[in-house]
């Protein structure tokens, strides 16, 4: 069995109302950046990473699919997915202009459609292939009620909503220009939706330590779920001190790119929920090592939904140590499985595949090149 071929594909879907904001980004579309394979008995295989739908980074992106990934992979023999992304990663010209980016992106996109048509021919749903059911059903928190583009009153409104449609968990997004008015949002949130919801809280890594420091202080009696991306991304020593000297747990891993760089917030207890990515940190090969380091540490997971789910949702159903994973509901309908939400869950997918292959009508509606 043969690789026939590999493509890039590029599709930008209107995210909820026109546009939100966290504290970092403000965007209108999120940006599907994926791969097809097909195989030469005709099994095709769709994967993508997620984006802000900026298209000249979006292109670059397509680009490394088809120029550096493709042409390793086509005419090849089907293998099993770790092994094809073994070869990828570590073909030594890609290896030095990759292992983060752009390259690593693209990678990812071919790694998940690699899975996706690994677990087609089974003709299972990607979680059985690796190794579950662990749960029927995984709970689901919602961040698009919680948005800081949204003035305060808007955002316990929606988060009212959201709890009359079953959610119990929420995130969101703080890192305002001032400190007291995240404070504020907070404490008007906690007091209008009483102690039985989940909040969580994500900053998209805007704050200084001395400021993390501050709202961990001042939010210690609404019993904040998490802070995500309190400080930068890749500083692992200021997340450990803030981690020293908070009773706040730290979620972070979207920004991550494979799983060493993660291995060094766990050695350094500078986390304490994990959120690796399959659209950053290495498709399902990456995520599940990650995933690994993560049990070894004895920390729970908790996917970032760069994918907005579509193959979290596999993960989650899979892995025992898996918490509750992340809803935002763009880009669900333009796939043939939906990530579903019912009563607060999610419900776990049932077709072969990692619920990653798009509708007729999403690939003619949505794509751009
Ligand atoms: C919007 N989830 C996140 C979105 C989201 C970002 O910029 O990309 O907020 O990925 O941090 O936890
Ligand atoms: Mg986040």
Redesign the pocket.
Known sequence: MTIRAVTSFIMHVPVTGSQ???S????TH?GVVGARAELQDGTVGFGFT?T?AHLPGDRLIAAAIDQCYAPLLEGAAFGHPRAHYRALFHNPPLQWVGRAGVLQLALCAVDVALWDAYAKRLDQPLWAVIGGPARPSVPAYN?DIG?LSFPQDQLVDNVKRAMDDGFTAV?I?VGAEHLGTDLARCEALRAAVGDSITVAT?A?GKWDLPTAQRFARETEPLALFWI??PLWYDDVESHHELAATSSLPIALG?QIYNPESLTQFIRRGALHFV?PDVTRIGGVTGFLDAAACAQGAGLPVAA???DMSQVHLHMACALPHHTML?Y?PWIAHCFQEPATVLDGRFIRPEAPGASTTPTTEAWETYRVT
């Open positions: 939100i904001a966290d970092t980004h403000a965007i999120w997620g802000h961040t948005w995130k997004k994500d998209n995500e991306e979207e959120q970032h939904a760069g992340e935002i």
